[in-house]
């Protein structure tokens, strides 16, 4: 059986799950991969519940957010847009690979570049394989459980 990652993606409300909204509707399709939790804001999303994540089996975390300047909390996506690096470098340090966390900015239109967004990064950590926090599962049925 070959490895196939689990992504946690949590997007905003407004925006980027919007746009995975509109992908859904014009029937496009992305690999089943990622388990969408849907947050007011990207803003909302701490370092902690992204370790928490990766800590319980999710093999990748994707945060998606309103675009630079289109945060509906004004500064929320800036706040998100500082820490995430802070993140990543904390992560290379415990000996992850920061790749593992992936920040984007997506507009409620932007069905289609959600979908080319999913499997990008669905193809991108098929390459780093499994999330060595949890190591190789064989039966990969279940989303993490936050």
């Not at 496009?28 to 992204?50: A, E, F, H, K, T």
């Not at 932007?110 to 979908?115: C, H, I, K, T």
């Not at 394989?129 to 990969?140: E, F, H, K, S, V």
Request: one cysteine or more; aromatic letters at 6%; glycine letters at 8%.
């Amino acid at each position: 059986m070959s490895f196939e990652p689990r992504i946690v993606a949590f997007l905003c409300n407004w925006c980027s799950y919007t746009g995975a909204d509109l992908a859904g509707t014009a029937r496009m399709r992305y690999p089943p991969n990622v388990v969408i939790i849907r947050v007011m804001c990207s803003g909302r999303v701490s370092p902690l519940l992204v370790m928490s994540a990766l800590k319980q089996g999710a093999d990748a975390v994707l945060i998606c957010g309103c675009h630079i300047g289109d945060c509906h909390y004004t500064t929320g996506n800036w706040q998100t847009e500082k820490r995430i690096p802070l993140l990543r470098k904390a992560l290379e340090m415990l000996g992850i690979d920061p790749r593992r966390v992936r920040l984007e900015w997506v507009s409620a239109s932007e069905g289609a570049r959600f979908v080319e967004l999913i499997e990008e990064y669905v193809a991108e950590i098929r390459q780093l394989g499994p999330n060595p926090l949890t190591g190789a599962q064989d039966a990969r049925t279940s989303p993490p459980s936050l």
